[in-house]
């Protein structure tokens, strides 16, 4: 079964510090990916996607992931926070395996910036 | 662009009343989709649909039931709620072709009593 995994609950970093949100994915086949992202009471934002190519992908805010095949990881990362980053992160796969392709979510990773 | 919208954005339901809660998009997506988020559980899909007038159960689909008639619009119904309803639901839609992306509404906050 095709699976998300984002093994930290929470992750505390200060403002201008490097954040790493942590993934790992099981998937049967080529994975597609996704880094989305949820402020207080609203809906989820997308911020980047991993389909085919290089291996570092560029997204929203000045967001990154790192995709890495022979660890089936797929890091969300920022060079320097922001207090405003302080969201809840999910990352998603793409169920190749069901008609709809909907999307298979990990738990969420609450990110906190403090200054 | 408005996007998907959902509404209502919060009810309260008695224990065995009835409600829809209704999804919109405006982006001409034949791709639906239905998920229900609890705290520390990520997000479950509820129902699928992939073009007007097919629909299809996704992983937590027992209390609800949808209709798709239209490209526009797909409702989620609950029939009997049951305080294991109570949760945030999001819709979301995507162009069902390749590898597009999923975009999702505000959610509606539903809580059962």
């Known amino acids: 079964a095709q699976s998300v995994a984002q093994p930290e609950d929470q992750v505390n970093v200060a403002e201008g510090n490097p954040l790493t949100v942590k993934c790992t994915y099981s998937v049967s086949g080529n994975p597609y990916l996704f880094w989305y992202v949820q402020y207080p009471n609203r809906g989820l934002q997308f911020l980047l996607k991993?389909?085919?190519?290089?291996?570092l992908v560029k997204g929203s805010y000045g967001f990154e992931a790192e995709f890495n095949k022979s660890q089936t990881s797929f890091h969300l990362k920022k060079p320097s926070a922001l207090v405003s980053d302080s969201a809840l992160y999910f990352c998603?796969?793409?169920?190749?395996?069901?008609?709809?392709?909907?999307?298979?979510f990990g738990k969420g990773t609450t990110l906190s910036v403090s200054s | 662009n408005a996007g998907v919208t959902q509404t209502p954005k919060f009810r309260i339901l008695k224990i065995g009343q009835s409600m829809t809660l209704q999804c919109t998009q405006d982006?001409?997506?034949?791709?639906m989709y239905w998920y229900r988020q609890d705290p520390g559980m990520g997000l479950k899909l509820i129902y699928y649909?992939?073009?007007?007038?097919?629909?299809d159960k996704g992983e937590v689909p027992n209390g609800y039931n949808v209709s798709r008639s239209t490209t526009e619009d797909f409702p989620l119904r609950l029939e009997l709620a049951a305080p294991s309803q109570t949760s945030v639901y999001f819709c979301?839609?995507?162009?069902?072709?390749?590898?597009?992306?999923?975009?999702f509404g505000p959610g509606t906050r539903l809580t059962v009593l």
């Open positions: 979301a839609s995507r162009t069902g072709r390749g590898t597009d992306t999923q975009y």
């Open positions: 982006m001409n997506h034949n791709y």
């Open positions: 991993y389909i085919t190519g290089d291996n």
């Open positions: 998603a796969v793409r169920d190749t395996g069901q008609a709809g392709t909907a999307l298979i």
């Open positions: 649909s992939v073009g007007a007038g097919i629909t």
